[in-house]
């Protein structure tokens, strides 16, 4: 990790403020982001844990406004990217921007990366649409982003196609096409998924190289509290579409004061303790077109009061870069 939130007096070059993504279906209004707030500092890395459906996701591919229309839709928030909104940029502006100044590195490259077309095509196209360079140095420029993320003999492997490389190159240069227009924000959304482990603390040792030496913010979403643990400054844990807790990583791991925080936690497994079976958190998140009256994880919560079940807690402020949502708190 490098400095903590408190530490960190970096400017603020992403803040986001009561982003709400919604989505019409049949059996109603899907609430999938509802009120997101948080801000991400040049050089920061801001993790996002949750369980699947949890809202991780969709708040990402809003960030990139890649929310397809119909049936989803921004309804209401602020994404202010050095100060300007990007909900109100119209999508030939917003395609300017993507790619350029904000990037995405998706969980599976076999769905990012077209099978039809070279690994040069594909890392060229954003730096020919982005960067003001004569066409005879595109090429040099994708060897040189090959490089950054450790593509052997980039010369030769620039004409391969996807299906020619190993799920590890694949992510890789994924990664390269995210970073090939040195973005200011780079977003992580599960990229280590489907690499082993060897792998994969490869590729993570990869982007913190490349954040350090580029100084960008990063988002990293993930299931794994131990890329937390070695990737994130901060993070950021959501439930049913909102931030139910927020924190420096050690204050997160040291005093989770969320209920659903300490849940996800004691999921991890230890080594150093044996148990018949491993703890999981009873009953399942809930629909998000038919949300309860209170705090949408009382159902499954040992420390349900009545208050919980009829008013969604408020934010409580357990330090100065500490908050959970949790009545016990009041």
């Not at 801000?39 to 991780?56: A, H, N, P, Q």
């Not at 602020?78 to 909900?87: A, F, H, S, T």
């Not at 010369?155 to 096409?177: F, K, L, N, W």
């Not at 890329?227 to 420096?248: F, L, N, P, Q």
């Amino acid at each position: 990790m490098t400095t903590s939130a408190t530490e960190n007096t970096a400017p603020v070059v992403l803040k986001v403020d009561g982003l709400k993504t919604y989505f019409e279906t049949r059996w109603g209004t899907v609430k999938a982001v509802d009120g997101v707030t948080f801000d991400l500092r040049r050089g920061e890395t801001l993790g996002i844990v949750g369980e699947s459906g949890s809202g991780k996701s969709v708040t990402m591919l809003s960030l990139m406004r890649l929310i397809p229309e119909p049936p989803g839709r921004i309804v209401d928030g602020q994404i202010l990217l050095e100060g300007q909104d990007l909900v109100q940029l119209s999508d030939k502006e917003m395609s300017q921007i993507r790619g350029s100044q904000i990037a995405l590195i998706i969980q599976d490259p076999m769905t990012s990366l077209n099978p039809v077309f070279s690994i040069g095509n594909q890392v060229g196209e954003a730096i020919k649409i982005h960067q003001d360079i004569p066409k005879s140095t595109v090429l040099q420029q994708v060897l040189n982003v090959l490089r950054k993320v450790n593509i052997p003999a980039a010369e030769t492997r620039v004409r391969d196609y996807p299906h020619q490389m190993s799920g590890g190159m694949r992510q890789r240069v994924v990664g390269a096409i995210g970073i090939s227009c040195e973005p200011i924000v780079l977003i992580a959304d599960e990229p280590t998924t489907s690499l082993d482990v060897t792998i994969q603390a490869q590729y993570l040792k990869l982007l913190k190289e490349l954040q350090e030496a580029s100084d960008i913010g990063l988002i990293f979403i993930t299931h794994d509290f131990g890329i937390v643990a070695k990737m994130c400054d901060r993070v950021a844990v959501m439930y049913a579409g909102r931030i139910v807790e927020m924190g420096d990583v050690r204050d997160i791991f040291n005093n989770p004061s969320h209920p659903y925080t300490e849940a996800l936690l004691s999921s991890v497994p230890k080594l150093e303790e044996d148990v018949e079976r491993l703890y999981s958190i009873e009953g399942q998140p809930p629909t998000l077109h038919d949300l309860p009256q209170g705090c949408p994880f009382a159902p499954r919560c040992q420390y349900v009061m009545d208050k919980c079940q009829e008013t969604y807690p408020l934010r409580f402020d357990v330090s100065d870069s500490h908050y959970a949502a949790c009545w016990r708190l009041e």
